[in-house]
């Protein structure tokens, strides 16, 4: 498939161009004031598969952010992969942590990106991982090299937890039916280290609410005699964790599957450098679980953080106050077989079991989400292998990741279909944070590397 590279090559400003006009629209799905921006581009999702070639395409409304379909039906007796990515992005504060506006991408190189790296709110997460595809179909239907069915499902609300997204796929089976679902919003070691990610973690967010005094208090008068819900608050996430930074939540632990010592020494091959990964985030040191090594705490071992915190006076200045309220959002992060509402669960049980008398304390759920593992015997594994082997020049390594995405579990539950996780994007990529970017070789190399796994998938199949 040696047009690929010149199809690349002919096309590559057009391809770049496309995308820096995609990642001009504001689709912050957390905050409904952009919500006309998530419209628009859906819009503009819908108009690039058409000039892609696709068919049926269609702006599905759901109860959330609508979901953008397309297709592309060559066979009805060939196979089918689906597509599915997000066209949403997280919010791009704290603004004046960028070097450029979020919404006005800027081609800039940096290290690890001497071509270059487009810097834009999600040019990495996942507007750029996303539109790789439809740039990797365009090139197959225009040039006869399609050897199967694709559809596309583009979903505006992943950043927010897809919460419409189980009714959608209960309501659309048949529209979605499909061989093997094909995602890149994932990330890979480096750009001379091919990685296929074969785990998710799953989630389980929630918010407490500490209310101690009726009203707030001068904290000289008061001071000593009344709980603080800001020291308490600290006090119990403190005891979150004991000694060996082990959760200390009752039963936590209980379903999760131990990796076993063959699997964390194939793990342990993939290339780490713990000296570079304190450098590049300038920390003194790594801390975690006992008896893992850093890799595996942030790959095989459920977490417990704290996402945020507040209350009381945070503005100029001192005010001497003691607060009535203080609050946190924690995230922790599942293993198989962890299931988020039955840790949500325990976790509310702890944390009111915690609570000392002085105060009342209140659990939110927020979303979800089941952890999920590659079946590296499949046939998906083995052609998506192939792929990156024939344009990497490189077996791919498989590794799992921290990071999650709840509805590939659910397309497991839903469509009874397996998933291959191809990320593009690089650890330093900063997604979800300031200077968020995406290499321009990555760009390239997963429209690229894309045509073979449809190649390697269609001949596996046949065989
Ligand atoms: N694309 C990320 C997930 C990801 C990134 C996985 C890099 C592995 C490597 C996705 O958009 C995301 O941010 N997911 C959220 C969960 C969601 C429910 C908000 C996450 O992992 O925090
Ligand atoms: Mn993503
Ligand atoms: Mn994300």
Redesign the pocket.
């Known amino acids: 498939m040696i047009q690929i590279k010149n199809y690349i090559t002919e096309n590559k400003e057009r391809f770049l161009n496309e995308l820096i006009e995609l990642l001009k629209i504001p689709s912050i799905s957390a905050d409904p004031a952009y919500s006309k921006d998530v419209i628009t581009t859906a819009k503009f999702v819908e108009k690039s598969l058409q000039e892609a070639g696709c068919e049926n395409t269609e702006i599905c409304e759901t109860k959330g952010h609508p979901v953008v379909y397309g297709e592309k039906i060559i066979d009805k007796s060939l196979p089918t992969i689906l597509v599915y990515g997000?066209y949403d992005v997280?919010p791009p504060d704290p603004m004046e942590l960028w070097d450029s506006p979020p919404f006005e991408p800027v081609i800039k190189t940096t290290e690890l990106h001497p071509e270059g790296a487009i810097f834009a709110r999600g040019s990495c997460?996942?507007k750029g991982q996303m539109y790789m595809h439809v740039k990797a179909v365009e090139f197959m239907i225009k040039n006869n090299e399609l050897p199967c069915n694709v559809k596309f499902m583009i979903e505006g609300e992943?950043?927010?937890?897809?919460d419409s997204l189980a009714d959608f796929l209960e309501d659309n089976k048949e529209k979605l039916s499909n061989d093997i679902i094909l995602i890149s919003?994932?990330?890979m070691i480096a750009n001379d280290v091919p990685s296929i990610?074969t785990g998710?973690r799953g989630?389980s967010y929630v918010e407490v609410e500490v209310t101690g005094p009726n009203r707030d208090l001068h904290s000289g008068i008061y001071g000593g005699a009344v709980p603080n819900p800001i020291n308490v608050l600290s006090k119990m996430i403190a005891s979150l964790h004991d000694e060996d930074n082990h959760i200390t939540i009752k039963n936590f632990y209980n379903k999760v599957v131990e990796v076993s010592a063959e699997e964390r020494a194939e793990m342990a091959k993939a290339p780490f450098n713990l000296e570079d990964y304190k450098k590049a985030l300038d920390i003194g040191d790594v801390q975690g679980e006992k008896g893992y090594t850093t890799s595996e705490r942030y790959s095989i071992r459920p977490t417990l953080d704290v996402n945020g915190i507040w209350g009381g006076y945070t503005g100029e200045g001192a005010k001497t106050v003691i607060a009535s309220k203080a609050y946190a959002k924690i995230?922790m992060r599942l293993v198989p077989h962890q299931e988020p509402d039955e840790i949500t669960e325990l976790f509310t049980k702890h944390f009111e079991s915690i609570a000392p008398k002085g105060v009342k304390v209140k659990v939110t759920p927020h979303?979800g989400?089941l952890p999920y593992v590659t079946n590296m015997d499949s046939l998906g594994y083995k052609a998506a292998a192939k792929a990156y082997e024939a344009t990497f020049g490189k077996t791919p390594i498989p590794e799992r990741?921290?990071?999650?995405?709840?509805i590939v579990a659910l397309f497991e539950q839903v469509l009874e279909s397996k998933t291959i996780l191809m990320?593009f994007?690089l650890d330093s990529d900063a997604?979800?944070s300031p200077n968020e970017h995406f290499g321009v070789w990555n760009y390239l190399k997963g429209i690229e590397t894309i045509p073979y796994f449809y190649k390697y998938f269609v001949e596996l199949h046949k065989a």
């Open positions: 997000h997280q997460d996942d992943e950043e927010v937890g897809s919003d994932t990330g990610t998710l989630l995230s979303h989400g990741t921290g990071g999650s995405i709840p990320g994007g997604i979800h």
